[in-house]
């Protein structure tokens, strides 16, 4: 079964760092580009962070620019998210989503149309 599986997710207190991975399970990454998203209850999903299947372009949603980095290692087949700064509206379910072909400019990834999903990670920052 091809599927995508996100990892690294918990209760975190304002101010605190997380990492979230992001595998493959039936088939290898290195091919996709990566897409983070978010969904916090009540609300619609929202892009966090893309990146691109070689790792050399990347784009993140404004809320997020500057504390939180993507990353991905080809060699492990994994995509990070490494989450720095967290506030209390960070809280959310965390997903990863593969597309074989993603542009990573303005906002192009938003509107792709994604192969794989995973089925998310919860992330709650609060004290």
């Not at 599986?5 to 992001?22: A, D, K």
Request: proline letters at 3%; glycine letters at 12%.
């Amino acid at each position: 079964q091809l599927q995508l599986v996100e990892s690294g997710g918990g209760l975190v207190q304002p101010g605190g760092s997380l990492r979230l991975s992001c595998a493959a399970a039936g088939f290898t990454l290195d091919s996709y580009g990566i897409g983070w998203f978010r969904q916090a209850p009540g609300k619609k999903r929202e892009g966090v962070s893309c990146i691109s299947a070689s790792g050399g372009s990347t784009n993140y949603a404004n809320s997020v620019k500057g504390r939180f980095m993507i990353s991905r290692d080809n060699s492990n087949h994994t995509v990070y998210l490494q989450m720095n700064s967290l506030k209390p509206e960070d809280t959310a379910v965390y997903y990863c989503a593969a597309a074989i072909l993603l542009h990573t400019y303005g906002s192009s990834w938003l509107e792709t149309p994604y192969d794989f999903w995973g089925q998310g990670t919860q992330v709650t920052v609060s004290s």
